[in-house]
Structures are given as structure tokens and as C-alpha cells.
């Protein structure tokens, strides 16, 4: 499969199902050809935003799935449909990228990573904000030793609420896992991918203050978190910490990002949907031991989508395919899915209890 065509089965054609497909389209030797959603609406819009129009449609993603013809599928159904869904997938042995978070508990997360063991094809968690230029060059920056012995990383998303979605099934805790694990997995992710270390207890503190207060659905009022901080201890000894704001539509940056060590430190900025009034992904390295800092403008050059994720999306595709095509192991792993979930659900717990919660006491 080294330069044959890749065909696509897309399960899940929401915003961010569209997302992916855009993402394939601007791909060489890709094909979307196949398209799932049990909402007409969302199939319909899927197929006429982006062109599809000779692509197969199914109300049920097991009738895709029997019906073969793809060589690999993307995952962007809501969260709690992941672990039937990606049962189904790995049972028929196709490669699969899932979006975040992979699963909404642990457990489920577990029973994914039992089945993909019997399954022949790639299992890719589609944790993105990996490939984010500035933050992949912060990566590059920590991992050349930069800023020396890591001590801190901090995270601060500032943002806008959560979108409307399909039933509005992301205003429920049980439908999404919860804002710690749907929003910030990415981030709790990042954290490990930095730290090169295991994360061994967690404190949080948060709560619902501004968001979605009047709305009510059926008899239901959302309960989802709409701010918290979330301190992460790592087994060798660094720190972590989210800074997490759902209702600060003014920010200049959505995301910004600092790793300090005892060396120097190093930071990425990346904006969000209101433009901001510096170029995206500014990134600042700072050295202690001669007070200098350097600035750059961090891009890609290989991305030809930009899409919602400054490019992040398409980058991670590349990566994807090239796993598909040869074999090779996935970028982002099952285990990093579940460890990202993990850390969400042990800060909902804390949060839930008012007390630090251990890692153990969730895996």
C-alpha cells in the first residue's frame, strides 16, 4: 500500500467529522469514499460542503463497515459513542484514527486497548495539538535541551464556550467524560509528552460559574466545568499546571504554553478564532544565562489545510497515512489516550472531593 491510493471511511460527519474530511481532500493518494452519521442533517451537510457527491452514505457506521472498501476510518462521532463504535472498527481489523478523548472512563479506554491487540490495522488517538507548529516547536526546543532540566510546565487555555453539537450532547458530563476530559485531554497529553515521566497525583479545583447556566434541555440543566486550575506531580519530581478559563472570548492567545528548567524557559502562543494582532505561533526562548530572548514565527510548510487547528490536523493526517501505508507504529498511542483520560477523570475527582487524587486510584 506503500503509493496506492488510501480510501477513507469518515464515522461521525459533525464539525469536526467535516474537519477531517477537508483535512484528507488537500491530501495526495487520499479518497473519502465512504461517509457515516445516524443524523440525515449532519450526513446531508457533509456531503455538500465539501464536494462528496459520488461518496457512499450510511445511517449506521456497522453497515459501512461490512460493507469494506475502505482501508482506514476516522472516528469523530460524540464521546460516548467511541467504545461501541471503535469496537466494531477493531473487530474488523481496519486502521482507525479516533478522535479525543479516545474514551470517556478509563475502563472503556481499557477495553479498546485489549481489542486493538487482536486487530491487524493502525489504532492512531487523534490528540492533534501535538502537531500545533508552535507547540511542536516548543517540543523540539525542550527536548534540545533548551531550557535544561525541566522544572515547571504551565498550560493556560483561555477560550470561548463549547460549541453547540448535534443534540447538544456535549452540555452533559456523561455524554463527554466531562471538560477535563473532553477539552483537556489535549493538554494533559502535552504534559507527558513534555515531562517524559509518569504522572502520579493530581489536584484540581473548578467549577461550572458563567457557562450555560439558563439552558436547559428536556428537564436537564448542563453540568459541565467551564473553569478550573489542575496540578499535575510527576513521578521525577515536575510540576504541571492547567489554567483553564471557558468564558474569555477577549484573550489574545487562546493557548499559551511555558516550560521552565533550571536553564531557561521556553514559551508558545497560539491564537484562537478572534485574530489576533500578532502572527500565529509566536514563539519566545528565553536563556538565564544571558537574560537574551529570541522571537520567531513558527509555521509548517508542508500544511495545505490550516482548518480550526492551525494546521495541526493535516500534519497529524500525514503522519497517520504514513503509519497506514507502512505499518509502523502509531505516533500517539493507545496508552496516551487512555493516560490523558485518566488524568481528566482523576482532576474531576479531586474537584468532585476537594482533595489530591492519587493516579493509582484511577488506573
Known amino acids: 500500500?506503500?503509493?496506492?491510493?488510501?480510501?477513507?471511511?469518515?464515522?461521525?460527519?459533525?464539525?469536526?467529522?467535516?474537519?477531517?474530511?477537508?483535512?484528507?481532500?488537500?491530501?495526495?493518494?487520499?479518497?473519502?469514499?465512504?461517509?457515516?452519521?445516524?443524523?440525515?442533517?449532519?450526513?446531508?451537510?457533509?456531503?455538500?460542503?465539501?464536494?462528496?457527491?459520488?461518496?457512499?452514505?450510511?445511517?449506521d457506521h456497522r453497515e459501512l463497515l461490512d460493507d469494506g472498501g475502505v482501508d482506514a476510518v476516522v472516528v469523530a462521532s460524540p464521546n460516548m459513542t467511541h467504545i461501541d463504535v471503535l469496537t466494531d472498527v477493531l473487530?474488523?481489523?481496519?486502521?482507525?484514527?479516533?478522535?479525543?478523548?479516545?474514551?470517556?472512563?478509563?475502563?472503556?479506554?481499557?477495553?479498546?486497548?485489549?481489542?486493538?491487540?487482536?486487530?491487524?490495522?493502525?489504532?492512531?488517538?487523534?490528540?492533534?495539538?501535538?502537531?500545533?507548529?508552535?507547540?511542536?516547536?516548543?517540543?523540539?526546543?525542550?527536548?534540545?535541551?533548551?531550557?535544561?532540566?525541566?522544572?515547571?510546565?504551565?498550560?493556560?487555555?483561555?477560550?470561548?464556550?463549547?460549541?453547540?453539537?448535534?443534540?447538544?450532547?456535549?452540555?452533559?458530563?456523561?455524554?463527554?467524560?466531562?471538560?477535563?476530559?473532553?477539552?483537556?485531554?489535549?493538554?494533559?497529553?502535552?504534559?507527558?509528552?513534555?515531562?517524559?515521566?509518569?504522572?502520579?497525583?493530581?489536584?484540581?479545583?473548578?467549577?461550572?460559574?458563567?457557562?450555560?447556566?439558563?439552558?436547559?434541555?428536556?428537564?436537564e440543566v448542563s453540568d459541565i466545568l467551564d473553569n478550573a486550575f489542575v496540578i499535575v506531580d510527576y513521578e521525577d519530581g515536575k510540576r504541571a499546571l492547567l489554567d483553564l478559563a471557558m468564558f474569555a472570548e477577549a484573550s489574545q492567545w487562546q493557548e499559551e504554553l511555558a516550560v521552565t528548567g533550571d536553564l531557561g524557559k521556553v514559551e508558545a502562543f497560539v491564537p484562537g478564532l478572534i485574530p489576533a494582532p500578532h502572527p500565529s505561533g509566536m514563539i519566545r526562548i528565553g536563556s538565564r544565562a544571558d537574560m537574551t530572548v529570541a522571537e520567531e514565527v513558527t509555521h509548517d510548510h508542508r500544511v495545505k489545510y490550516e482548518g480550526l487547528h492551525h494546521g495541526s490536523s493535516y500534519l497529524e493526517h500525514l503522519d497517520f497515512l504514513e503509519a497506514v501505508r507502512t505499518g509502523s507504529a502509531p505516533a500517539v498511542s493507545l496508552e496516551d489516550g487512555l493516560m490523558s483520560v485518566a488524568m481528566g477523570v482523576a482532576a474531576h475527582r479531586s474537584i468532585d472531593e476537594r482533595r489530591v487524587v492519587e493516579m493509582t486510584e484511577v488506573l
Open 1 to 59: 500500500m506503500a503509493t496506492d491510493e488510501v480510501r477513507y471511511g469518515v464515522i461521525g460527519t459533525g464539525m469536526m467529522g467535516r474537519e477531517h474530511i477537508f483535512n484528507i481532500q488537500a491530501i495526495e493518494g487520499t479518497r473519502v469514499v465512504a461517509l457515516s452519521d445516524p443524523v440525515a442533517e449532519s450526513l446531508e451537510l457533509a456531503t455538500t460542503l465539501t464536494g462528496l457527491d459520488d461518496v457512499r452514505t450510511y445511517a
Open 91 to 219: 473487530a474488523g481489523g481496519v486502521s482507525v484514527l479516533v478522535e479525543k478523548p479516545l474514551c470517556t472512563t478509563v475502563a472503556d479506554c481499557r477495553t479498546v486497548i485489549d481489542a486493538a491487540k487482536e486487530s491487524p490495522g493502525i489504532t492512531w488517538v487523534g490528540l492533534e495539538y501535538r502537531y500545533m507548529p508552535p507547540v511542536a516547536r516548543l517540543v523540539e526546543q525542550v527536548e534540545a535541551g533548551v531550557v535544561g532540566d525541566v522544572k515547571m510546565i504551565a498550560i493556560r487555555e483561555h477560550r470561548f464556550p463549547f460549541l453547540v453539537k448535534v443534540g447538544d450532547w456535549n452540555r452533559f458530563n456523561r455524554n463527554s467524560g466531562g471538560t477535563l476530559v473532553e477539552k483537556c485531554c489535549h493538554f494533559f497529553d502535552l504534559m507527558n509528552l513534555i515531562a517524559g515521566s509518569t504522572p502520579v497525583r493530581v489536584m484540581g479545583s473548578g467549577a461550572q460559574d458563567v457557562n450555560h447556566l439558563d439552558e436547559v434541555y428536556g428537564e
